[in-house]
C-alpha cells in the first residue's frame, strides 16, 4: 500500500475581469448588493473564441506538471472534473490527453460540480494507493460565462459565477507520514432540484424541445438556485464533513493549519469559520477575486496558498466542498 501526495499545483484564469461595476451595466444591480451576498467584488470571464474549459485546464496542468518535475509522459491517467464541458460528449479528458500529446493513457470525467475536484482527488488516491497508478494529472475547469443568464432576470445566479481551472499532480509518497491521510464523500439526491440546470437534457428539457418552442421565456437552460436552502444545507454539511475528517484520523479542529473551502460564497466559508474558531490566517478565501469557479475553486485557492507560503512542508490542510447534487466531501492532507 503506497501514500499519495500533491507533487505540483497551477492554475489560469482569464485576463478579462469583470467587475461588480461592470455587471451593473447589463442588470439591474451593483457593488454594495452583491458583496453583501456573496463577498465576491469580481470575477473572471473567458472572451469568445479565446478560451475553453478544456484549454484553460490544460494551461493550469502544464503549470502542475512543471511543478512536479515530471514529464508529461509519466502521467498515467487523467481524472477531469466540471460542469461545464467543452461537448456534450466526448468529455474534456480525452480532449487533455490530445493537447497535451500524452500516451493513450486512460481519461476519466467526473460530474460532482462544486465538489468535482475533491471527489477527483478521492479516486485519484485510491489508484494511487493500490499501486495502480504513479502519477495522476487531475483538473477542475469551468467556463460559466457563455451559459448564465446575464439579466436582471438572472441576476440571483449569474453574478456569482467566475471562469477558471486549477490543476494538480496526485504522486506515489513512499514516507506514510505525508500525503493524502484520507477522503470523505457523501450525496444527498432529494434535493438534485435546488441547484440544478436542467435542460438541455434526455429528462424534461431535450434539445429538440427547446429549438422547436424557441422559447425566449424558457428558464430551463439556465441554472436555478434556492440560495437559501442551499446555504442552510452546505453550513451542516461543510461541518459534518470536516469533523468527519478529523475524527478518522484522530485529530484536532486546533491540529488544522489550513483549511480551503470551496468558494461558493464568502458568507459560507466566514460562517464555518466561526464556527470552528479558526484564526483568519487558518482559512484560504479568494472568491472576492474570482467568484465561485465550482470545479476549479478548491485548486485555484490551493494553489494561490501554496504560492503564497501560507502552506509548509508538515501543515496539516483540510479540502472541504458541497455543491449540485447534493454532493459534498472533504480531504485531510498531511503537507
Given amino acids: 500500500m503506497y501514500r499519495s501526495k500533491i507533487k505540483g499545483l497551477g492554475f489560469y484564469v482569464p485576463d478579462n475581469v469583470v467587475t461588480n461595476d ?5 442588470m439591474d444591480t451593483n457593488d454594495a448588493w452583491i458583496q453583501e451576498r456573496t463577498g465576491i467584488q469580481e470575477r473572471r470571464h473567458v472572451i469568445r473564441g479565446e478560451d475553453t474549459t478544456t484549454s484553460m485546464g490544460v494551461k493550469a ?3 502542475a506538471i512543471e511543478r512536479a518535475q515530471i514529464s508529461k509522459d509519466d502521467i498515467d491517467f487523467i481524472i477531469f472534473a466540471t460542469l ?13 490527453q490530445r493537447d497535451l500529446g500524452l500516451k493513450t493513457v486512460g481519461a ?13 482527488l478521492s479516486i485519484a ?26 439579466t436582471t432576470r438572472g441576476r440571483g445566479v449569474s453574478v456569482i459565477f467566475g471562469d477558471g481551472a486549477g490543476a494538480a499532480i496526485i504522486s506515489r509518497e513512499t514516507e506514510m507520514q505525508k500525503g493524502i491521510l484520507s477522503t470523505h464523500l457523501h450525496s ?58 478529523l475524527e478518522a484520523n484522530h ?9 480551503i473551502p470551496h468558494q461558493a460564497n464568502l458568507r459560507i466559508a466566514q460562517f464555518i469559520q466561526q464556527k470552528f474558531r479558526l484564526q483568519d490566517d ?28 501560507k502552506i509548509k512542508e508538515g501543515d496539516l490542510v483540510v479540502l472541504a466542498a458541497f455543491g449540485s447534487g447534493f454532493t459534498w466531501g472533504s480531504a485531510i492532507i498531511r503537507w
Fill in 188 to 245: 444527498e439526491g432529494q434535493h438534485a432540484e435546488e441547484l440544478a440546470l436542467i435542460a438541455p437534457g434526455m429528462g424534461q428539457r431535450w434539445v429538440t424541445d427547446i429549438i422547436r418552442d424557441n422559447d425566449p421565456n424558457d428558464e430551463s437552460y439556465f441554472p436555478y438556485m434556492n440560495g437559501q436552502f442551499v446555504f442552510k444545507n452546505a453550513v451542516v454539511r461543510f461541518t459534518e464533513v470536516i469533523n468527519e475528517g
Fill in 61 to 63: 496542468a502544464k503549470i
Fill in 108 to 120: 476519466l470525467d467526473i460530474r460532482n460540480q462544486c465538489s468535482g475536484f475533491v471527489y477527483a
Fill in 282 to 309: 487558518q482559512v484560504y478565501n479568494n472568491i472576492m477575486k474570482y467568484g465561485n469557479t465550482t470545479a476549479a475553486s478548491i485548486p485555484i485557492a490551493l494553489t494561490e496558498a501554496w504560492e503564497q507560503g
Fill in 251 to 259: 485529530l484536532q479542529v486546533s491540529d488544522i493549519n489550513m483549511l
Fill in 125 to 150: 488516491d485510491q489508484y494511487i494507493k493500490t499501486g495502480m497508478y504513479q502519477n495522476i494529472l487531475i483538473i477542475g475547469s469551468e467556463l460559466h460565462s457563455h451559459g448564465l443568464d446575464m
Fill in 22 to 26: 461592470d455587471l451593473s451595466q447589463r
Fill in 84 to 96: 461545464s464541458p467543452d461537448y456534450y460528449f466526448p468529455g474534456p479528458g480525452v480532449l487533455v
